[in-house]
């Protein structure tokens, strides 16, 4: 089950959008220097212009247990030969 779990959440998460970003304006819980600081922040221009160069899009969160997933796969795999191992034994011993 874990590893069930686990390859469900193996996927990167990207970051915040700007409809994201502009609705937190609209929270009461944001005080009002930090809604004109967004508002600023959103009114700049998003295209780069002359020798401005924009940083490459990053995620927000990348999924770092791919090495868990594999692991624990492994030992699944294992027991599960182990398993049927003991169990043809216990089977030709009654026999």
């Given amino acids: 089950r874990a590893i069930a779990v686990l390859k469900k959440q193996a996927h990167d998460r990207p970051q915040a959008s700007f409809a ?6 609209s929270l009461s819980l944001i005080p009002d220097d930090a809604k004109r600081t967004l508002d600023l922040f959103l009114a700049q221009e998003s295209e780069p212009t002359g020798l401005d160069v924009s940083a490459p ?3 927000g969160y990348e999924f770092q247990s791919h090495g868990v997933i594999d692991v624990l796969s492994k030992l699944h795999d294992k027991f599960m030969d182990e ?13």
């Fill in 57 to 59: 899009d990053a995620y």
């Fill in 83 to 95: 398993r049927t191992k003991l169990e043809k034994e216990e089977m030709n011993s009654k026999h």
């Fill in 20 to 25: 994201q970003v502009s609705a937190l304006r």
